[in-house]
């Protein structure tokens, strides 16, 4: 695509670190601006799966970098809260690469990742760029029906609540084909992916969070939105079932520069469902 390599052998690496082995694919001119892509969570995921449509197009402009979270079935995975280990990962990756500063594209809990990041080391985020995930329900039900449906699979997977989450995540159905579904049962089974499953949708985990989260004396991520300090581009699907776009609505408010862009006919996936249109939106956003 483009004049750029992505197959998936032609770009796949592995790095070894203290915690394990992290693989990732790269693309692009080695000189070319760096862009760090993370992706998001739930049965069959990862990051090669969230952005192979995608890499073609951003390795025109930027050396490319997808990363493949720890436990999910690619990556060694690491002992802790998949959450914070993903985090923890990125930066290591980055140490490792000598990347000191990096924009970067979080789908859902990717996105959660890059704004924990964005707070917490800013000297690390140039530019950040979510789709979906971020922030808190405010009007909508919480948890929602894709996050309902999601608990459902973690609980007991099978393969008809995987293909009932999947429908949850498009607007247009039609993108949950035969090959989708194959490809997403083969790597959900996987014994890692299945514990991270469990550890973050599983119902047991859910109640233990919830207990934690009304206990604990932790402000909640989406309340240190303010000290956010570079660029900010909020991607949503207008018909997302997973995190509804009024979630939206506090990181534009609290994110100093922030804007925000919603995609109408598409779901969760957006850099899927609305691939020619997100990309123009988010390549303007990160040559401007």
């Known amino acids: 695509l483009f004049g750029v390599d992505v197959t998936y052998e032609g770009t796949k690496r592995e790095l070894t670190?203290?915690?394990?082995?992290?693989?990732?694919?790269?693309?692009?001119?080695?000189?070319?601006?760096?862009?760090?892509?993370?992706?998001?969570?739930?049965?069959?995921?990862?990051?090669w799966r969230n952005y192979r449509g995608n890499l073609g197009f951003f390795a025109q402009t930027h050396h490319c970098y997808?990363?493949?979270?720890?436990?999910?079935?690619?990556?060694?995975?690491?002992?802790?809260?998949?959450?914070?280990?993903?985090?923890s990962s990125v930066t290591r990756f980055m140490d490792a690469l000598d990347i000191e500063s990096a924009p970067m594209i979080g789908n859902?809990?990717?996105?959660?990742?890059?704004?924990?990041?964005?707070?917490?080391?800013?000297?690390?985020?140039?530019k950040l760029v979510t789709i979906g995930g971020v922030g808190p329900n405010l009007f909508?039900?919480?948890?929602?029906?894709?996050?309902?449906?999601?608990?459902e699979f973690a609980d007991a997977p099978d393969?008809?609540?995987?293909?009932?989450w999947l429908n949850a995540m498009v607007y247009d159905r039609s993108l949950v084909t035969d090959e989708l579904i194959e490809e997403r049962w083969e790597v959900a089974l996987n014994p890692d992916a299945l514990r991270t499953a469990r550890a973050m949708?599983?119902?047991?985990?859910?109640?233990?969070?919830?207990?934690?989260?009304?206990?604990?004396?932790?402000?909640p991520y989406w309340s240190m939105l303010h000290k956010?300090?570079?660029p900010t581009l909020l991607t949503w699907g207008r018909d997302d079932r997973v995190s509804p776009p009024d979630m939206a609505l506090l990181p534009l408010r609290q994110i100093?520069?922030?804007?925000?862009?919603?995609f109408p006919r598409c779901g969760h996936w957006v850099m899927i469902e609305a691939k020619q249109a997100f990309e123009a939106t988010v390549a303007a956003f990160l040559t401007r």
């Open 159 to 164: 393969r008809d609540k995987l293909i009932r």
């Open 140 to 151: 909508s039900p919480s948890p929602s029906e894709g996050l309902r449906l999601l608990q």
């Open 256 to 262: 100093p520069e922030a804007e925000l862009h919603i």
């Open 228 to 230: 956010i300090s570079c």
């Open 201 to 219: 949708y599983g119902s047991a985990s859910f109640e233990m969070q919830q207990q934690f989260l009304a206990t604990a004396d932790i402000p």
């Open 17 to 47: 670190t203290d915690k394990g082995v992290l693989r990732y694919h790269e693309a692009g001119d080695p000189d070319a601006p760096t862009l760090l892509l993370l992706h998001g969570s739930g049965p069959g995921v990862t990051g």
């Open 66 to 87: 997808i990363l493949e979270f720890p436990g999910f079935g690619v990556s060694a995975p690491w002992d802790g809260i998949p959450v914070l280990t993903a985090g």
């Open 108 to 126: 859902s809990m990717g996105g959660v990742v890059a704004v924990n990041l964005a707070i917490k080391k800013p000297e690390r985020v140039s």
